[in-house]
């Protein structure tokens, strides 16, 4: 079965950290731009980082520039969001995606959900 699965999500304080890890199966992510994005109750789905595959950029929402690093891990076929300095508008359900970079085929995570209240 091709698919990715978020794990990782909690409850934080804000000022806390997390770390989301998304695995990949069925299919490697060496040829594939990722991504994650995220949802806030009443809000639509926002990108929040990706790296592209073609030239490896790194890009962040302004939002989370300077608190969010996104990486990831061929080897081990995951990717990571390493998220610092949480604040309450960071609460969201997050999810990880995966796209082919040839055919634009792409992978979405069923979600795991962050919550930054004290």
């Known amino acids: 079965q091709l698919q990715v699965v978020e794990s990782g999500g909690g409850l934080v304080q804000p000022g806390g950290s997390l770390r989301l890890s998304c695995a990949a199966s069925?299919?490697?992510?060496?040829?594939?731009?990722i991504g994650w994005f995220r949802q806030a109750p009443g809000k639509e789905r926002e990108g929040v980082s990706c790296i592209s595959f073609s030239i490896g950029r790194l890009d962040y929402a302004d939002s989370v520039k300077g608190r969010f690093t996104i990486s990831r891990d061929n080897a081990r076929n995951t990717m990571a969001l390493q998220m610092n300095n949480l604040k309450p508008e960071d609460t969201a359900v997050y999810y990880c995606?995966?796209?082919?970079?040839?055919?634009?085929?792409?992978?979405w995570g069923q979600g795991t959900q962050v919550t930054v209240s004290s």
């Open positions: 995606n995966a796209e082919d970079a040839f055919t634009g085929s792409a992978y």
């Open positions: 069925g299919f490697t992510l060496d040829y594939y731009s």
